[in-house]
């Protein structure tokens, strides 16, 4: 039996491939195939596929910052500043942050009294250059351009606005010394007088000038009188004559 070459079975198998299928009646060429309208298509196999791609993106979370609440106390101490009304000396009763120092009590006068309640100053800002502390004494440096600007006939009330103010309301102090410009100098006392240079003023040389004198204490002394005893009286019947 002679060998086909592999050429020659090729067209063989094709032919024979081709000759089965036409047997089996398998319809072939274009027009074997129909269009399939729409609705007779099964739901879902006509629907095109579409894939999506979702990026989730996650933000650190920043920390919570938790800010403490703080809260701070001042405590306030109250004081009598001296003002005038009708041209006596007023106390005034205001507030200073406690642990307060001359300095403080000065720029309290010299802000004036508050509005409104009926009361004036011949206090300026700026007449009052320093305070100093030393040995009960407030040593208080005047300005002397300021000065020099409240009238001669005022100058008493002033210098008690200033005494009565400190010494009021300073623990330990017991009186107060003035310098005009660093020099020793002399003030008016209440009673119109004026100090010796260097000399210190008390509160007692401006009592005066109050507006309303604090009440004198009266002690009343009661003495125990004694009554004299009335003498017996006889009260016997009075013998009758001829006896």
Same mark, same amino acid.
Request: proline fraction near 9%.
């Given at each position: 039996?002679?060998? /086909?070459?592999?050429?020659?079975?090729?067209?063989?198998?094709? /032919?024979?491939?081709?000759?089965?299928?036409?047997?089996?009646?398998?319809?072939?060429? &274009?027009?074997?195939?129909?269009?399939?309208?729409?609705?007779?298509?099964?739901?879902? /196999?006509?629907?095109?596929?579409?894939?999506?791609? +979702?990026?989730?993106?996650?933000?650190?979370?920043? =920390?919570? +910052?938790? @800010?403490?609440?703080? +809260?701070?106390?001042?405590?306030?101490?109250?004081?009598?500043?001296?003002?005038?009304?009708?041209?006596?000396?007023?106390?005034?009763?205001?507030?200073?942050?406690?642990?307060?120092?001359? &300095?403080?009590?000065?720029?309290?006068?010299?802000?004036?009294?508050?509005?409104?309640?009926?009361?004036?100053?011949?206090?300026?800002?700026?007449?009052?250059?320093?305070?100093?502390?030393? @040995?009960?004494? !407030?040593?208080?440096? /005047?300005?002397?351009?300021?000065?020099?600007?409240?009238?001669?006939? &005022?100058?008493?009330?002033?210098?008690?606005?200033? !005494?009565?103010?400190?010494?009021?309301?300073?623990?330990?102090?017991?009186?107060?010394?003035?310098?005009?410009?660093?020099?020793?100098?002399?003030?008016?006392?209440?009673?119109?007088?004026?100090?010796?240079?260097?000399?210190?003023?008390?509160?007692?040389?401006?009592?005066?000038?109050?507006?309303?004198? =604090?009440?004198?204490?009266?002690?009343?002394?009661?003495?125990?009188?004694?009554?004299?005893?009335?003498?017996?009286? &006889? +009260?016997?019947?009075?013998?009758? =004559?001829?006896?």
């Amino acid at each position: 039996m002679s060998r /086909l070459s592999v050429a020659g079975v090729a067209p063989v198998l094709v /032919l024979a491939v081709a000759f089965g299928l036409g047997a089996c009646g398998i319809p072939t060429g &274009d027009a074997s195939f129909s269009e399939i309208a729409n609705e007779d298509i099964p739901f879902g /196999l006509e629907a095109t596929t579409t894939t999506t791609s +979702t990026t989730t993106t996650t933000l650190p979370i920043a =920390p919570e +910052t938790t @800010e403490a609440a703080t +809260t701070t106390t001042i405590a306030l101490e109250q004081v009598e500043i001296y003002f005038l009304s009708r041209g006596r000396l007023q106390p005034m009763p205001l507030v200073l942050t406690s642990g307060f120092a001359p &300095d403080q009590v000065v720029d309290r006068l010299e802000a004036g009294p508050p509005p409104g309640v009926g009361l004036t100053t011949l206090i300026e800002r700026g007449l009052v250059n320093s305070t100093d502390i030393a @040995e009960g004494i !407030v040593t208080v440096d /005047l300005d002397p351009a300021v000065f020099a600007r409240i009238a001669t006939n &005022d100058q008493a009330e002033a210098i008690g606005q200033i !005494v009565l103010s400190l010494m009021r309301n300073l623990r330990g102090v017991g009186s107060v010394r003035f310098t005009l410009g660093g020099e020793p100098t002399q003030v008016k006392k209440g009673d119109s007088l004026l100090s010796e240079p260097d000399e210190p003023v008390t509160q007692d040389d401006y009592a005066v000038l109050l507006a309303s004198t =604090p009440p004198t204490t009266t002690t009343t002394t009661v003495v125990p009188v004694t009554e004299p005893v009335p003498a017996a009286v &006889d +009260t016997a019947p009075a013998a009758e =004559p001829g006896q």
